[in-house]
């Protein structure tokens, strides 16, 4: 079992819709969750973090996090050709000088079709 | 507040030959982490410095491989006697030390793509 799955699609969407990005962790003793978006040839770049239960909110962007499902997500509204990119889902476990390490999944790409 | 930046930013090199790359920062940010991406996955961690000392290490980062940052500042990976399989993108990231709360993010450089033939 990967540390973090994600399905890698791609996951095509007609422009205006929502695109719905999910991402499973093993590890329960996760604390830190983010979401980066990354095109093609280019290096990450941070869309989200989260670090409690519920919903977190950010423009176009909401990120929902369930710890007890081990389950994050994020939602894109009025999806945009601009969006069009691979989502990486990121977990960090314990904070602390320990480890401090970002575990990523294998993202999915997201395709905005016009 | 420039971003993180990395050089160079494509290195295409001999098997056997060794290479070394470096990294800057995020001005402030005392934490730096070097990653390492190929084809078709995401990031996987290498090391992490906090100011100039080496926390930890991956498994992944064989003795060929040597990562310094001794001013707490920049930082550079050297890979020794190169192999096709290092080709990959070396990311960078840096973040600021937020306390014991947790929420530090990690800010990626633009990468260097290093092609082995």
């Known amino acids: 079992q990967k540390e973090v799955e994600q399905n890698s699609g791609p996951l095509s969407v007609p422009e205006g819709a929502i695109a719905s990005l999910n991402c499973t962790y093993s590890d329960r003793g996760s604390q830190s969750f983010f979401w980066y978006r990354q095109y093609s040839g280019k290096s990450p770049e941070l869309i989200m973090s989260i670090y409690s239960n519920g919903d977190k909110e950010d423009g176009r962007f909401t990120a929902q996090l369930n710890k007890a499902s081990q389950y994050v997500s994020l939602l894109i509204r009025d999806s945009q050709p601009s969006d069009s990119a691979t989502y990486l889902c990121?977990?960090?476990?314990?904070?602390?000088?320990?480890?401090?390490?970002?575990?990523f999944g294998t993202g999915t790409l997201l395709a905005v079709q016009p | 507040d420039t971003g993180v930046s990395q050089d160079p930013r494509h290195k295409i090199t001999k098997r056997g030959q060794n290479v070394t790359f470096r990294c800057d920062p995020i001005?402030?940010?005392?934490?730096l982490y070097w990653y390492r991406q190929t084809l078709g996955q995401g990031p996987e961690f290498l090391t992490y410095?906090?100011?100039?000392?080496?926390?930890?290490k991956s498994r992944l980062l064989s003795d060929r491989f040597s990562a310094e940052r001794p001013k707490g500042s920049f930082s550079t990976l050297e890979i020794q006697r190169t192999e096709q399989g290092d080709s990959a993108m070396y990311l960078c990231?840096?973040?600021?030390?937020?306390?014991?709360?947790?929420?530090?993010?990690?800010?990626f450089g633009p990468g260097t793509r290093l092609t082995v033939l």
């Open positions: 001005s402030e940010h005392n934490r």
């Open positions: 410095f906090q100011n100039e000392a080496q926390l930890e």
């Open positions: 990231a840096s973040s600021p030390f937020s306390g014991t709360s947790g929420t530090d993010t990690q800010y």
């Open positions: 990121a977990v960090r476990r314990n904070y602390g000088g320990a480890t401090n390490k970002l575990i």
